[in-house]
């Protein structure tokens, strides 16, 4: 027999400890709520561009008890989020909040804009309606293309004269957002940094993640 002992707790509710007994005829879960070790912020799951589409494929009907189902205190109360900073793998369609015509930059982010995320933006506002304390993480896939040492949205490295630039672009990201409504809680600098197969994707090694970070 071994024991492993783990914790669990929220900043809601009771915090305690749970010890793994690893026995011969299976695992038996101890639960000790006098053992009071870190907070969890929440649980959830990623809401993707594609999540967003097929749940809108609902009738309005259907679709407020499925939201009601997922996030309010009478449902399983979903309490944490992420989603992606542009597309992500999961969207029908490959895209930046900063896209532009091959060859062309765009260094001031003069053409930023969130607009081809609005069915995402709409479904977080009817989210925070039901649970307005959800909180929201986002991470990019990818960041704009002409940012990217291989011009494509699969694969590739940020060019590192892009850096200051792509730190404004979560900056803009976070204050456009909040212009909607919606606090971003937390960021990640990369979805999946070590595997640039997706579309969208970008290598991003631990030390291109610390220089982006110490700038943002």
């Known amino acids: 027999m071994v ?11 009771t915090k305690c400890s749970f010890i793994f007994r690893k026995l011969s005829s299976g695992t038996t879960i101890e639960v000790d709520a006098s053992q009071v070790f870190q907070t969890i912020d929440g649980f959830g799951y990623t809401l993707t ?3 967003v ?7 309005t009907a259907k679709k ?3 939201l009601n189902d997922l996030f309010s205190s009478n449902g399983i109360g979903v309490s ?25 930059t765009d260094p001031t982010l003069a053409q930023f804009s969130l607009t081809k995320d609005q069915a995402l933006i709409q479904m977080l506002k009817d989210i925070l309606i039901i649970n307005p304390n959800i909180k929201i993480l986002a991470t990019p896939w990818s960041p704009p293309v002409w940012m990217k040492d291989n011009g494509n949205s699969m694969g590739g490295s940020l060019r590192p004269e892009f850096y200051g630039v792509y730190a404004q672009y979560f900056v803009k990201y976070i204050q456009a957002m909040q212009a909607q ?3 971003i809680d937390a ?7 070590l595997h640039p197969g997706n579309n969208p994707s970008m290598y991003m090694s631990s030390g291109d993640q610390t220089t982006l970070l110490k700038i943002i």
Do not use: C, H, W
């Open 181 to 183: 409504g919606i606090k």
């Open 64 to 66: 407020q008890e499925l």
């Open 3 to 13: 024991n492993e002992r783990r914790s669990v707790s929220e900043t809601t509710t």
């Open 80 to 104: 944490y989020l992420r989603i992606s900073i542009g597309a992500s793998d999961l969207n029908s369609e490959v895209f930046s909040y900063d896209d532009m015509p091959t060859g062309q």
């Open 53 to 59: 589409q097929v749940i809108n494929q609902l009738n």
């Open 187 to 193: 960021i990640t600098p990369q979805n999946e940094p």
């Open 49 to 51: 561009g594609g999540s």
